[in-house]
């Protein structure tokens, strides 16, 4: 992992999200303009309470049929499927690996989940089409774009952490049912992992 990388995990476990996300808007802006520099100061935070409202309807769902220990959220693979952008939701009667606190595979194995039903993240439209727009056109094969579409992942997930975040504080001030359960989230294949606990 970079030294980058190192420093943007260490502000998330901070839940100093204006840092971490103030980072990779930095190593971005060390790029030559794209449209992927579109999403320098654009954060999430409209979605707050829709977000917090989705996890109460998930996690009243995932009760009927196990106590939920902790829950997993996670974003779609966005930067090859511009068409949409959602996160999923699962949950678990258990958290973590006993055995190895680092380990992060037991996400893999949750016990409950919605497969038609996600979360659709709106706001970043144009961002989506530049995604799709790099795709059409390969612009991968051009180095700046492909390292400003790195950066611009990073700088998204950020963002999404920090939306879950803002989630789980709405839901703490309003006294929802989850509030205490630990949470998890990262985008498909993402960098990096946010846990409440």
Known sequence: MSELENQIEAFIAQKDYAKAAGLAES?????????????????LLHLTKDAANFISYFFEEAQKSIQVKAMYFEMNSFGVNPDMWYFDPFAFS??????????????????????????????YEDLQ??????????????????????????????R???LLAHALQF??????????????????????????S
């Open 160 to 162: 999404f952490i920090e």
């Open 27 to 43: 190593a971005l802006n060390k790029i030559p303009p794209t449209t992927f520099h579109k999403v320098i100061g654009r954060d």
């Open 129 to 158: 089409e530049a995604c799709r727009d790099h795709q059409e056109n390969k612009r991968y094969h051009d180095k700046v774009q492909s390292d400003a579409k790195d950066a611009f992942e990073t700088i998204v997930t950020i």
């Open 94 to 123: 258990f958290c973590g690996n006993p055995d190895d606190p680092e380990d992060t595979h037991w996400l893999a194995d949750y016990e409950f989940a919605i497969h038609e039903t996600a979360f659709q993240i709106t706001g």
């Open 171 to 196: 839901a703490k001030n309003n006294d929802f049912a989850w509030k205490n359960i630990p949470i998890f989230c990262t985008a498909h294949d993402g960098f990096p992992l946010y846990h409440s």
